[in-house]
């Protein structure tokens, strides 16, 4: 039983736009991807900013049953899904299907006690590449593809699932969006660890070659920060080099010490600032917080990793 956390790009996107270098062996396949269109299936209907694409994809994979559910849109996931066939994609469809294949003891499709955590930014052309990937590791099977609109939402049960992630900001070219993006994260860390049904036993593996590449040091760092709240846990990080079909790189990832990070982050207040302690040893000075003047003010990183450690106040961060 493992947790498999893999960041998104678009790169499915691409391959699903052009489908014939990765499925040259399948001219038929590459025929019904060219006429079904599955990497337009927003931009058909008008949907081009991430907050309506992502209320279409919270409709379309409702439960079936649910007064959220959308038949029209749930009926057309179906039918694309069963003309252009995930469970045949070849790995090299996308860095991530292709990171997940070359990892020891992983592949598709995902195992029925494992659980995947699909990180994407909150664009259409992001949800869209997520979505597909998140099927594909479902070998096809919908019904066991999941949708968060956002990561501080409770997860349940997601044994099995295949769970795509939108993340507010995680895309974003400034300060403020990563601060949102982190904070996120690192409630969903969170919400992972306690949520019903994942053991303090069952490992993480983090798949880091798709998705925002600015993003890559602040999801290493969350694999980080998982593995120091439980030591006995084992939390692993991989990278796959573009140029070569060998196996996966594994990134070699830190234990901080728990209680240190507590202390450190501790005492933050709204607006992420606090007093200089001259005293304090400031371990984590320019990865979680920078001096200003007298007062302390936290990054990006060191919000997320806060809400991961669950030291948030209520209303911290706007």
């Keep these: 039983m493992t947790v498999h956390v893999i960041s998104v790009g678009v790169s499915l996107r691409d391959s699903l736009a052009d489908p014939l270098k990765p499925l040259a062996s399948r001219p038929a396949l590459v025929s019904e991807i060219r006429d079904a269109g599955p990497d337009r299936l927003l931009a058909e209907q008008g949907i081009s900013d991430g907050s309506a694409a992502s209320v279409w994809l919270s409709r379309a994979l409702a ?8 038949d029209i849109g749930a009926d057309r996931l179906a039918g694309l899904s069963a003309h252009i066939r995930p469970d045949l994609w070849p790995d090299d469809m996308s860095a991530e ?24 930014s909150d664009t259409a052309d992001g949800l869209v590449a997520g979505l597909w ?19 501080e939402e409770p ?6 699932q295949a769970v795509l992630v939108r993340v507010p900001g995680l895309d974003a070219g400034d300060e403020q969006g990563f601060r949102e993006a982190m904070r996120g994260l690192g409630l969903l860390g ?39 709240l439980d030591p006995k846990r084992d939390v692993s990080a991989y990278v ?8 996966a790189i594994r990134l070699p990832l830190r234990r901080l010490i728990a209680k240190r990070v507590k202390q450190e982050l501790d005492g933050f207040d709204k607006a ?13 000075e320019g990865y979680c917080y920078e001096r200003d003047g007298q007062t302390w003010q936290l990054t990006a990183f060191g919000e997320g990793l806060r809400a991961l450690f669950g030291l948030l106040q209520e209303g911290f961060g706007g």
């Design 272 to 284: 992420g600032r606090k007093a200089v302690d001259g005293n304090a040893l400031a371990l984590l």
């Design 190 to 228: 969170h919400n992972l660890l306690g949520a019903n049904g994942i053991s303090p036993e069952e490992p993480f593996c983090f798949y880091l070659s798709g998705g925002f590449k600015a993003a890559i040091p602040y999801l290493i760092g969350l694999a980080e920060g998982l593995r120091s």
């Design 155 to 160: 997860p349940g049960d997601l044994r099995g």
């Design 97 to 120: 299907l292709g990171t997940f294949a070359r990892v020891p003891d992983v592949g598709r499709p995902l195992g029925r006690k494992d659980i995947a955590i699909l990180v994407s």
């Design 240 to 247: 796959l080099h573009e140029a070569t079909k060998s196996a």
């Design 133 to 151: 990937n998140a099927v594909a590791l479902a070998g096809g099977d919908l019904g066991r593809v999941r949708y968060l609109a956002v990561p």
């Design 63 to 70: 439960a079936s049953g649910s007064p959220e559910r959308d």
